[in-house]
């Protein structure tokens, strides 16, 4: 149950097997830096190529091939005060008409301000003079070695994880991967200071973080991401189009209230008929996200 | 701004340019009876067949094409003191390979006690026993004429609004639809005593309603379904795959932005970047329905 | 087994259940004019509005709901010298970073010249000089009444048939609809001159027809529409995405060879497995096309 | 101007940068062998792993990232007298509702007559006692490493190739794949004797090959793969849904003909929406693979 801190000096563009940079224990925590979406650190220093530098992989000793790694997220902690974005909107979430008179893509930047706890233009738009929304810290990409021997890009994700972009892997949830290799090979990054749903401008707001996260070790088996947070649990489906997503991460919660809370599928479909939540984690990877979520006030664990 | 009550003796299962029903004035009040989707009274008396016979089309004065027609859901009183569903899962949400051991589609009847303010299933499947959720009552189909003499069955949904089943069609919510013929004809049925998103089993909790609600024409043009909760704006996209649906829906409201509060294309992408929501209305009609929604507390009317 | 010959003076935007402007006998053969896509007639004078305006409906005696209706094309004579088509390519059949580049849509007029038996752009492109592929006619859109009471926009295509934009609905080619409302309510027009897969420009080279076919009411019951060649036959789904339409197209031929060829659902496989074509009809219209066919020379009818 | 044989002793079931197995000069031949998709070799004895375990990685002198391989298919000999398929239809072509009734997966074995040319069902089922289509060897799965470190299942495809199931990869046709790595590290394997569109059961007729092909590499870049054989051009798109592949094959081979043959994006789509042909090649894999084909006599090389 210790925890570590790692400083990362690599970084990795895909998720898939390179040599683990770290070990920790069943149990232990960890304190490492993330860079930004753009490889840029804590000091605004490119010290990665695009997209989405990883930090890792952590070996977790004791997991293997067929367990669920779970990992708590501690804290996540922007370490600069400043993030950017894309606009206009992606091209994924327009009508294709619409494209036609879609002004050029710009990078903006917006600053961070902890002391207010909120994230703010640095140059507004007309009409956003006071948009101000809260920081809201989440990681974007984060999951473990894929099956197979693959290695995915970190602009995708899959069962492994990835590029999920999904704004509940926030501070207090819990997120679970399933293992696919020893030691798992973790990996983390792409930390945004906030984000709306679906990542529509393809980017939240972009920056580097200290993150805290404590790892366990499941003996047990699950095929796609799973997450709990105070309220909620929910099961997350990577995958193109939106619908295939949703198959994914409701098949996934209709067999998770099977196991762990004595539902069969008809059961099961009763209750998520009328209490089921879906959150569209982004719609602008290569792979979209989609999260099946349930409040855990209908729930009761057997 | 009078009030009107309007007893149905026929009913539609296509939404189209049918003989109107009922006349009313802009301004004014609408009180009606509602049948279940399958046509089942409040004393579950068979009047009419599948799918989710409509009452109406009631003819709104001065509404012409390019107008919207505003609609004000009042209230929404169960007519009865059961509802029905179907269980298991749909077929459009499973991984194709889960449907080979989805068990056989069942109905299955709940409690709707109005007293308690809950809905319960009559026989509880095992770990249901205690299984109440709240009433929350909403509009499965509802919508206008469409375009260019067409007709629609109420099983799907369309720019003209229709079987959208979307959970926050609800009291205290006004829902806006795009006018193409004189009159408007204004359908509506299809009531739900509580559903969870997207419609996963194919049904909300059916049952009859009594409905009230007020219609407002505004001179004014929108191209797809347009909403206001207390909370929320929100914008609705009708189609399929859930891809193309969110398109609909996220390209209106980007336009609603421009309309109503002063945000050109590149400053509503840096609002809805950071506070926007998507909600899945269903999954399961032929034209799925996804909504684009923000809090109005992020917005400013100009 | 009559011939008749029928003008038209009004035509139709929405394949419904319009009043019949002609009936016929089973058995008989219909000899008409369809304008084109835009409404013009073999003067070049407009006459209706778009899109696709259809001559029809033509009632068929006998057709009663469940069965089905054949119509043998006959004949497709292109009614005057000239078609027209769009420029560039349609949005539907472009990554979408390339609609950004898209030039803007022109309007273009082909030369049909019925001596040499090709097309040719009036003003070919630099590099099209000599581009002047065979004349192929087909009709674009053509069915039967919808079922329930439905009518749907002559711009899209369902079960009943439509703007389905199938390069096969050819001379010598025999379509099958399923018919829904009695004399089937038979619509066509939306000639083609040529067309490649997809009607990817959003047009085939479109112009005025007199068409010939001979109508047949068949006492069985199909899905989707079914069409044979001299080599092929083939079964037609239409829907969004184009893996629904495949679903539905493939589904319906696994149907057919089960009840005329007496193969269950695995020789079916086998024989499908190795010698299905897929072709796409339209990736263009709010419902796409795509055909799944089979050589007639691996077919035994039983 | 070599020609090599290359007798491989160890499989590969994802394409990435696995060490190189044999290096070839620019202009060489190459036979060799390739098991097939379960890892049958040519005796049928079980020497490698599912998924389409590859012959490979072959490092090609002077391919570098940016460059393009072309790789001429000159041989494909079944190395087997057998093969096999499952049944019945796979669950991504059928309605949803139609896969309830889906008989279980079998595995069945065809011979393969060389002699006759033929392949046969060894136990048909009845009504295809007759049923023999001729040999029409291809290749389902071949490729290059791709970008970023990446490396795929060979289940399935990317812009690297992979897993394409598209029957056109047959002697005589020229393949060509972007290069992302030095060498290239091509890969080859699961082979098919026959397979009609879409490998719709989920297999191609399975065995082992002797493949010969030809390497040449090519100063200049390409996003997808292309192809040419006798009749036709050809890029191929690997995406979900079928949409997206489409508009990948669609958009590359615009840009094709903009490059080779002096047309600029209108004067391409004037030749395309006459004569071009979609194929599926699979739609089963998670990548599906749709190829845009124009036949050569309607174009001038520049």
């Known amino acids: 149950m210790a925890t570590h801190r790692f400083t990362p000096t690599r970084y990795h563009n895909a998720i898939g097997t390179a040599e ?3 070990r920790l224990a069943d149990g232990d925590t960890l304190i490492t830096d ?24 952590f070996f977790i000793e004791g997991a293997e091939p067929g367990d669920t790694l779970a990992v708590r997220i501690d804290r ?8 950017w974005t894309y606009s206009p909107l992606a091209l994924t979430v327009l009508d294709p008409a619409a494209i036609i008179d879609r002004p050029p893509v710009q990078r903006v930047v917006w600053d961070i301000n902890r002391n207010a ?9 007309p009409g956003l003079e006071d948009f101000a929304p809260e920081i809201a810290p989440m990681i974007g990409c984060f999951g473990v070695a894929p099956a197979g021997g693959q290695a995915f890009s970190t602009a995708t994700s899959a069962q492994n994880g990835g590029n999920m972009d999904y704004r509940l ?75 295939q997503a949703l198959q994914h ?14 539902l069969d599928a008809r059961a099961a479909s009763h ?32």
Chains 1, 2, 3, 4 share one sequence.
């Not at 798992?184 to 749903?197: E, I, K, M, V, W």
């Not at 991460?249 to 004595?262: I, V």
Request: net charge negative; with cysteine; glycine share 10%.
């Open 249 to 262: 991460a409701t098949t996934e919660m209709s067999r998770w209230l099977g196991e762990d809370y004595g």
């Open 20 to 22: 683990p940079c770290f």
């Open 271 to 302: 209750l998520m008929g009328q209490v089921v939540r879906y959150d569209v984690g982004n719609v602008f990877n290569p792979a979209y996200t989609v999260a099946c979520r349930i409040a855990k006030r209908w729930l009761t664990r057997r």
């Open 76 to 83: 996540l902690t922007p370490s600069r005060a400043t993030g």
């Open 34 to 57: 993330t860079i930004d979406a753009s490889g840029l650190d804590a000091h605004e220093v490119a010290v990665a190529p695009r997209p989405n530098p990883m930090t890792g992989p």
């Open 169 to 243: 892997f926030a501070p207090g949830t819990t997120a679970w991967f399933p293992v696919s290799v020893p030691g798992a090979l973790f990996y983390l990054g792409d930390g945004h200071a906030c984000q709306g749903d679906g990542e529509i401008t393809g980017t939240g707001i972009e920056t580097s973080f200290e993150m805290q996260v404590t790892f366990q070790v499941l003996k047990r088996s699950i095929a796609w991401p799973r997450g709990e947070t105070a309220e909620d649990i929910f099961c997350v489906g990577n995958a193109r189009p939106l619908d």
């Open 117 to 125: 706890g909120t994230v703010k233009l640095q140059e507004p738009s």
